[in-house]
T-cell receptor, first 113, second 113 residues
Framework: AQSVAQPEDQVNVAEGNPLTVKCTYS??????LFWYVQYPNRGLQFLLK??????LVKGSYGFEAEFNKSQTSFHLKKPSALVSDSALYFC???????????FGKGTRLSVIA | DAMVIQNPRYQVTQFGKPVTLSCSQT?????MYWYQQKSSQAPKLLFH???????NEADTPDNFQSRRPNTSFCFLDIRSPGLGDAAMYLC????????????FGPGTRLTVT
């Protein structure tokens, strides 16, 4: 069964600095990878996805993620963090076949002014 | 704007008293999902509908049922809520099950007293 790990519960970064939120995955076939963001008392919002093609995926709000097959990672990045980026970030993976989307436990990003 | 709407946003019910949560969408998506999210945890898929086809996750308790009377509406019924069922319940939609991103509603926070 597929799984996803977000090794950091919390990431703190100063406003204007680059940010990285880490994600590693395990699947039996080719992975379909997603990042979602959740603001307080809100549902999840889709940021970006990797299905196939270029390893660097660009998404909403200036976020991007790099797919690394050898390291089974899909880290979320942004060159310059904003205070408004502070939220809970979820990585998710789907394996081939009739399998649901599996979410990581989430990483809380705090951007400090 | 097209969106996913959940009602109510907050629901308080008594132990053992049936409760129904509602979700509607204006996106005309063929897939609708129900997730349970407990505090500081990943969303957990309970079941989904692909059009009228109902798909239950293997570990979803029998206490949880769902109805989808038409494309736009989907309901989550909890027949006899226990204290452990207190959580945020998220409804999501998607154009296809495999590769498409999911669009989430704001969630209903259920409290069981």
């Amino acid at each position: 069964a597929q799984s996803v790990a977000q090794p950091e519960d919390q990431v703190n970064v100063a406003e204007g600095n680059p940010l990285t939120v880490k994600c590693t995955y395990s699947v039996s076939g080719n992975p379909y990878l997603f990042w979602y963001v959740q603001y307080p008392n809100r549902g999840l919002q889709f940021l970006l996805k990797y299905i196939t093609g270029d390893n660097l995926v660009k998404g909403s709000y200036g976020f991007e993620a790099e797919f690394n097959k050898s390291q089974t990672s899909f880290h979320l990045k942004k060159p310059s963090a904003l205070v408004s980026d502070s939220a809970l970030y979820f990585c998710a993976v789907r394996d081939v076949g009739n399998t649901p989307l599996v979410f990581g436990k989430g990483t809380r990003l705090s951007v400090i002014a | 704007d097209a969106m996913v709407i959940q009602n109510p946003r907050y629901q308080v019910t008594q132990f053992g008293k049936p409760v129904t949560l509602s979700c509607s969408q204006t996106l005309n998506h063929n897939v609708m999902y129900w997730y349970q999210q407990k505090s500081s945890q990943a969303p957990k898929l309970l079941f989904h509908y692909y059009d009228k086809d109902f798909n239950n996750e293997a570990d979803t308790p029998d206490n949880f049922q769902s109805r989808r009377p038409n494309t736009s509406f989907c309901f989550l019924d909890i027949r006899s809520p226990g204290l452990g069922d207190a959580a945020m319940y998220l409804c999501a939609t998607g154009e296809g099950f495999w590769l498409g991103e999911q669009y989430f509603g704001p969630g209903t926070r259920l409290t069981v007293t």
